[in-house]
């Protein structure tokens, strides 16, 4: 059997001897890798498969770490690490201790920056780009950005700043028609236009085959003839909208066409000012249950390579699907109710909505800030708009949560999903910032359920309070409570004791709760008896029952994943103050001020304190030495 070209591959500078012969075959085994890894390890597979030839031919062209290639997201950026030194770990992709499933700076010189959050990447390129120009460097900027995080707003104000400004930048815009599920907004349809227009190869080919057919009659005519042609490429240029910023346009081109994207990157490269090259690829290429469903192997868990089947988790509805189904009982009864998601349908549970009440759901892209305020436009005229955005990303839209709504004291409900410890995304997607970042601006009220059956009742709750609401909740399962069929408020404010006890109590904030309540049975059997209270609040917090447990217990214990910083713990810890209970001894646990890293969530809990075990610990210790007991 013929050595694999893969096996010969330690950095990219092991591609400059491969013929396109073997950069075709290195291809194909660098999709056996990707299918294989992800199908054990979980990842971004379809992605990554539509940017084979084009990371190859990038690698090939572009002398990485020298000339610096940032890529959008990151999620696709798979490729660009097996060839840069990192395929022998690919093994450990997205798990605790192995390789990021996104570029980081920390881990190779060749990511040149981090990226998981989309529509930074023209913004950072052209950073270093003009850094390069200041010290008078000599090298290629390269930002590879998706169909779908054009849709960001950021990558309008690079591209208006980059077009403005002659450098040497390269845009390389990868459409494959797809953001995680079907692409929408104008621009989509803009790009679509363009997919269909004649590529930018034929059209000069079609040119200069005229050309050469005009009897050779001096040079007059040939100069005329090339003026014809760049005003015919003009008019032909189908990314005329890039033109009018600024960048030379080049496209649209086959993204999985090695020759045909090695010779326009070596034409291009050279070129001091900004270029945006227009490349089509197909999301999955190479695995047909990928092409065939790219938005299930946009980001899929552990599947059977031979059938194609995603291994189930069992049959617990997740927390993010208790809120889709809730949200559609809410809605038959109540029509103001409207969904906005920034891109994220599936993910954030919507698709249900979306196909009961089309004309009550926005998807509006990968733009947060947008779908933001564009729920307070909508509160205003009476609508109660539900903004579903992951904890992580509603970090980019804060001064519109803050000014548009929360100043205007608008009725927006605010759907956190994936709040807490996420896992296997790592840093760049753990929401465990949402309680600080939310806690200190006014007319917010933040809750977080205990479990999936308490998340429908804040949901209904949330519907009737006429105020900005925030409900934040873990990805995945809960404690797997049973749904109560009748949907009933919860008072705000209030909190409420799951157990009794004498020694200590736990005032826990949503799925923190369970785990408190686990820890309060070990501690039972160590002699220490510890009550629990679910908090269900975070903001206001509930200032009679705090009262009550302080004069009760004088122990206090709270446990929150989120950051210590300034979260649910240090709003008691103010409260405490403020009320001058001096005699409290009061205990935060919660996720330290550093970034979590990637690996599995439940991993990740126990690592930082937060699992059962480890919060037991540290109340047995904590008791002890507070001298509340013995
Ligand atoms: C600010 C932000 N919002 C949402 C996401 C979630 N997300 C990750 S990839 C993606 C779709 C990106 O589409 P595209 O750029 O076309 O890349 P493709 O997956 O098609 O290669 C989205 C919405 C994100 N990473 N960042
Ligand atoms: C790359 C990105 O940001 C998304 O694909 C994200 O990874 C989705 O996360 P979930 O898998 O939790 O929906
Ligand atoms: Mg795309």
Same mark, same amino acid.
């Given at each position: 059997m013929s050595e694999s070209i893969l096996d010969t591959i330690y950095g990219p500078e092991d591609l400059n001897n491969l013929s396109i012969i073997q950069l075709e075959k290195l291809a194909g085994e660098i999709r056996e890798l990707l299918i294989h890894t992800i199908a054990h390890n979980g990842g971004h597979l379809a992605p990554n498969l539509g940017v084979v030839e084009l990371t190859i031919a990038l690698h090939k062209v572009f002398q990485s770490p020298k000339d610096k290639i940032v890529w959008d997201v990151g999620h696709q950026a798979y490729v660009h690490k097996i060839l840069t030194g990192r395929r022998q770990d690919f093994s450990t992709l997205r798990q605790f201790g192995g390789i990021s499933g996104f570029p980081k700076r920390c881990e190779s010189e060749h990511d040149v920056f981090g990226t998981g959050h989309a529509?930074?990447?023209?913004?950072?390129?052209?950073?270093?780009?003009? #850094? *390069? $120009?200041i010290s008078g460097d000599k090298y290629n900027v390269v930002a590879v950005i998706g169909d779908g995080s054009l849709t960001g707003g950021q990558a309008y104000e690079a591209l208006n700043h980059a077009g403005h400004l002659r450098t040497n930048l390269t845009v390389i815009l990868n459409d494959n028609e797809m953001s995680i599920a079907k692409n929408v907004g104008?621009?989509?349809e803009y790009l679509a236009r363009i997919r269909t227009a004649p590529t930018y190869s034929k059209v000069k080919h079609d040119i200069e085959y005229l050309l050469r057919r005009i009897p050779a009659i001096g040079d007059s005519v040939l100069k005329t003839a090339e003026r014809v042609k760049d005003s015919l490429?003009?008019?032909l240029v189908p990314g005329i909208l890039f033109e009018e910023l600024g960048f030379?346009?080049? /496209?649209?081109? $086959? /993204?999985? %066409?090695? %020759?045909?994207?090695? !010779?326009? =990157?070596?034409?291009? *490269?050279?070129? %001091?000012?900004?270029?945006?090259?227009?490349?089509?690829?197909?999301?999955?290429?190479?695995y047909s249950p990928a092409e065939r469903n790219a938005d299930i192997f946009h980001g899929v868990g552990p599947f059977c390579v031979e059938s194609g089947k995603v291994h189930k988790n069992g049959s617990t509805p997740s927390y993010t699907q208790v809120f889709g189904d809730t949200l559609v009982k809410l809605a038959e009864k109540n029509k103001d109710i409207i969904a906005i998601t #920034?891109?994220?349908? !599936?993910?954030?549970?919507?698709?249900? @909505?979306?196909?009961? @009440?089309? $004309?009550?759901l926005f998807d509006v892209g990968i733009a947060e800030p947008h779908a933001v305020t564009l729920a307070g436009g909508m509160a205003t005229q009476g609508k109660i708009p539900v903004v579903a955005i992951y904890s992580t990303f509603l970090q980019r839209a804060y001064d519109q949560v803050l000014h548009d709504i929360c100043l205007q004291n608008l009725p927006v409900i605010f759907i956190l999903d994936r709040a807490g410890i996420v896992g296997e995304d790592g840093a760049t997607h753990h929401?465990? =910032? $949402?309680?600080s970042y939310l806690r200190p601006i006014p007319n917010l009220t933040i809750m977080s359920p205990k479990d999936e059956n308490e998340l429908q009742h804040m949901l209904f709750t949330a519907t009737t309070m006429s105020k900005p609401v925030a409900i934040r909740y873990p990805r995945g399962c809960g404690p797997g409570a049973e749904l109560e069929p009748k949907i009933?408020?919860?008072?705000? /404010?209030k909190s409420e004791l799951l157990r009794p006890g004498t020694d200590a109590v736990f005032y826990s904030i949503g799925a923190m709760v369970e785990p408190s309540r686990a820890a309060a049975e070990l501690l039972a059997n160590r002699g220490i008896h510890a009550a629990v209270v679910n908090a269900r609040f975070v903001k206001p917090l509930d200032g009679e029952m705090l009262r009550k447990l302080s004069h009760d217990y004088g122990v206090i214990i709270t446990v929150e994943d989120n950051v210590l910083a300034g979260g649910f713990g240090t709003a008691v810890l103010e409260y405490m103050n403020t009320q001058k209970f001096n005699w409290v001894k009061l205990l935060r646990l919660g996720l330290p001020d550093e970034f979590i890293p990637h690996g599995q969530r439940s991993l990740l809990l126990e690592h930082n304190g937060l699992s059962p075990e480890r919060i037991a610990a540290s109340v047995e210790s904590f008791v002890k030495h507070s001298g509340a007991k013995g």
């Open positions: 529509s930074t990447s023209i913004s950072s390129a052209l950073g270093i780009a003009l #850094a *390069r $120009d104008a621009i989509s490429k003009y008019l030379t346009y080049v /496209g649209p081109i $086959d /993204g999985h %066409n090695l %020759n045909t994207l090695m !010779e326009v =990157f070596y034409t291009t *490269r050279s070129v %001091n000012e900004p270029v945006l090259i227009h490349v089509i690829t197909c999301k999955g290429k190479g #920034a891109a994220m349908p !599936e993910g954030t549970g919507l698709k249900k @909505f979306a196909s009961l @009440f089309p $004309d009550r929401g465990v =910032f $949402d309680y009933q408020m919860i008072e705000s /404010g």
